[in-house]
């Protein structure tokens, strides 16, 4: 959880559907760990994470302002990224937890766009309560509710990629779209 919420090279890990796993095998006792402290260290390594992630951007912030672009780097995306922070302001790094790949970049891009550090501190709180809380305890309420859950894992760890996989996904062909009618 600490890789995926903040260092770069984490955005491919399985954050959701594996909280999601931990909350059922929580339920079956095959985790041997309290709900609420599972969902405690979780919380815990997102928010450390999200920190991490914070301070690379601000340590690396200005030198992305004035590095060319490259294959992989686009200043257009540092200057995005600000106009979504003024947009939606906290409720971006709250929300982003919920979105694969933005989970990782969102609190990098805080920093390189120094949102306030007690802004920060606050909707990173939040957002890494409030993650772990609603994806553990689903799947914890999923595997007390429907006891024969485990034995559909794979489809259910699939279902989540899929469904959070959405909205990457469509933003990525809007803006492919609206480079092809330019």
């Given at each position: 959880m600490f890789l995926?919420?903040?260092?770069?090279?984490?955005?491919?890990?399985?954050?959701d559907s594996l909280l999601f796993t931990a909350g059922l095998l929580c339920y079956l006792?095959?985790?041997?760990?309290p709900l609420t402290e599972l969902i405690a260290g979780i919380s815990v390594a997102a928010l450390l994470g999200y920190y991490a992630g914070y301070l690379?951007?601000?340590?690396?912030?200005?030198?992305?302002?004035?590095?060319?672009?490259?294959?992989?780097y686009k200043k257009k995306y540092i200057v995005t990224a600000e106009a979504f922070y003024k947009r939606f302001g906290g409720l971006a790094l709250v929300m982003g937890r919920f979105l694969p790949i933005?989970?990782?970049?969102?609190?990098?891009?805080?920093?390189?766009v120094k949102v306030n550090p007690f802004v920060f501190s606050m909707y990173n709180m939040m957002g890494?309560?409030?993650w772990p809380l609603s994806i553990v305890s689903g799947g914890y309420f999923?595997?007390?509710?429907?006891?024969?859950?485990?034995h559909y894992l794979d489809w259910i760890v699939i279902g989540f990629i899929l469904v959070t996989s959405v909205p990457i996904l469509r933003n990525w062909f809007k803006e492919k779209n609206k480079k092809e009618e330019l």
């Open positions: 995926e919420n903040g260092i770069f090279f984490g955005f491919f890990l399985p954050g006792k095959i985790l041997n760990i690379f951007g601000i340590k690396t912030g200005q030198a992305l302002y004035n590095k060319p672009d490259t294959l992989f933005v989970r990782t970049f969102a609190p990098i891009l805080a920093g390189v890494a309560i409030l999923t595997a007390k509710f429907f006891p024969d859950a485990q």
